[in-house]
């Protein structure tokens, strides 16, 4: 098991959660007054997903997460993201959690199986951090901690060896490797079958510095080319155009690890209440379907709607349900295998000029020369420095 898969774990499934909660909140159709409440919105959508990346892209968090260490448990990952996705103003009941869940890491793991290399895994990475930043262009103090994560990344990744990536790449489908949950997106494009699993292609561009298949080339005992003899590789394979951008800006080339939500596509996935091995069922269509009423037209559909009321205090409260309505939520998490029991953890959001603050401490730790780093002790558990975040 490869000590430095959790970093690339960790940021990966933090965009497509972050991918996921954009889209929901952009596609977000208030009755009403719309001219205020669309505005409010839209105000509301970016301080969701700022706290969270705050959250996420803390200096001495990150200092943390990039030592070296074994991958956490699937509980105690998935305790991180209940927390970072309360970090917000937003709410999440379980059985919402457990569908945006599912989508988080069957989309990574379709992305680490169809990587043509082993160190395409990292610009997977830098792919979700680009787009990340794309949400937060209007934020210098953001973009400041996600560019200088990029820069760590580098650092940390950056002289790592084939073997080393190949190390990586196994140990997250290891720990994928159990999970065979049905998305409604992967099986429109049939690239998931029913039982869950993915369909890899066999046809498109080779990695880079690879030939396309299809020639075998014999030599003598000088090491000089004699004969030659070509054979059908049953594939439409191209050679790749170039490589891939591993800077802190570039062209990635590989288009793994975008935001396929930028355009909106039915996704949906059903988690039994009698699976033993987490796997799920979905369906899905793009016209309404009598036979199926569970089927959802739209990616905002499948999220269900977004309640928003004011709370006693002068915060505006938000509760999103990943359900069509809050009798299938309820239905949900009624019948949850007891395995996916997790405890949910609320935080509460901190007022504007409390948040600012801290932004700017922030700022000020990358001016500072010779910061002392995170006092723990390796091996100390990344959930016990997400409660002081």
Known sequence: MSVRALPLLFLNLG???????????????IPGDKARRDEWTEVDRKRVLHDIILTMFNKSFIEELLKPQELY????LRTIYDRLAHASIMKLNQASMDKLYDLMTMALKYQVLLCPRPKDVLLVTFNHLDTIKGLIQDNPALLHLVDETLRQLIEVYGGLSAGEFQLIRQTLLTFFQDLHIRVSLFLKDKVQNSNGRFVLPVSGPVPWGIEVPGLIRMFDNKGEEVRRVEFPHGGNYVTAPKEGSFEVYGDRVLKLGTNMYSVNRPVETHTSGTSKNLSSQAQQSIAPNPLAKEE????AKLMGGMEIKKTSGPEPGFRLNLFTTDEEEEQAALTRP?????????????QDQQRNQELARIMGEFEVMDQPRWSASKGDDLLAMMDEL
């Open 296 to 299: 959802l037209n739209f990616l």
């Open 338 to 350: 007891e395995e996916l029991s997790h405890e949910v953890v609320n935080i509460q959001a901190t």
């Open 15 to 29: 965009g497509e959660m972050l991918y996921i909660l954009d889209q929901r909140l952009r596609a977000q159709n």
């Open 73 to 76: 448990s699937k509980k105690a």
